[in-house]
């Protein structure tokens, strides 16, 4: 998470009233492997031609009610109402791509608007990036309602409610959605929404102050955050599976495998 931790070094405490889900075991961390295209339309059909073929990666998810007493924990199961989200990644000469695909059958972004905390608005997928170079490391928001957001962190000791407050949207940074569905109405089930973001190289140089060139390690996690009217808590997912429901876990983020002309 974010906004909702108070920093302490590298602890964090999750304030969400849900208490967080501790998993004694990961997976390794994989690598997040990139393909390569010349141009990358900011497309939310998420084009076949385009997309397919890549690598897709599944997120894992959180039981962040885990704690709750045996008469709730039976009555919330995911069984009842789906949530799963899959990314693909993608370079061009000037940005790194993402593509998401969102399973949920209720889909909400009740406040539209950039540069606002969107996942305490409705479903939103975050992008963070870091490097090798130093602490410093990204967070970007696409919402289901098609709104964008960014955070730079100079480190882990710096509070991503202040940050916000005080940041613009890093320039550079695109996004596009479409609903299968209806958006913000539970009168039906939805199918999900799709998403695109794409975020200039340069200006990701320049906010992370690292290069796209050999001997820097970029890294990368996915973060997703669900609700829905037929479950009773928000679901947290993320790739790479991480041993915490904590999103700043930058040791447990996936290199970056880039396949593109480096810049």
């Given amino acids: 998470m974010k906004k909702q931790f108070i920093l302490y070094g590298i602890g964090m405490v999750l304030l969400t009233g849900c208490v967080s889900e501790q998993r004694e075991t990961v997976p390794p961390v994989p690598a997040a492997v990139a393909g390569f295209t010349e141009k990358v339309p900011l497309d939310a059909t998420l084009p076949e031609k385009v997309w397919n073929?890549?690598?897709?990666?599944?997120?894992?998810?959180y039981r962040t009610f885990g704690s709750m007493p045996p008469a709730t924990k039976v009555r919330e199961t995911w069984e009842k109402s789906p949530f799963e989200v899959k990314i693909r990644i993608l370079e061009d000469r000037e940005n790194l791509c993402f593509a998401f695909r969102v399973?949920?059958?209720d889909v909400r972004a009740l406040k539209q608007q950039n540069q606002i905390p969107l996942y305490q608005y409705g479903?939103?997928?975050?992008?963070?990036?870091?490097t090798s170079a130093n602490n410093r490391y990204g967070e970007f928001y696409v919402s289901a309602g098609g709104n964008t957001a960014s955070i730079i962190?100079?480190?882990r000791s710096f509070n991503g409610s202040v940050l916000t407050s005080l940041q613009t949207l890093m320039p550079g940074v695109r996004v596009a959605a479409r609903v299968q569905g209806t958006l913000n109405h539970d009168s039906d089930a939805d199918k999900g929404w799709t998403a695109v973001m794409s975020l200039s190289k340069k200006e990701l140089e320049?906010?992370?102050q690292a290069k796209f060139e050999p001997g820097t390690t970029w890294y990368?996690?996915?973060?997703?955050y669900g609700i829905s009217s037929r479950r009773s808590f928000v679901t947290y997912a993320s790739w790479p599976e991480l041993p915490r429901t904590n999103?700043?876990?930058?040791e447990y983020y996936a290199p970056l495998q880039l396949k593109g002309v480096k810049k």
């Fill in 247 to 250: 999103f700043h876990l930058l």
């Fill in 153 to 155: 962190y100079p480190s």
């Fill in 123 to 130: 479903d939103t997928v975050e992008v963070f990036i870091a």
């Fill in 206 to 208: 320049k906010a992370l």
């Fill in 53 to 61: 073929g890549l690598p897709e990666y599944t997120m894992s998810k």
């Fill in 220 to 224: 990368v996690l996915f973060a997703a």
């Fill in 103 to 105: 399973t949920n059958d």
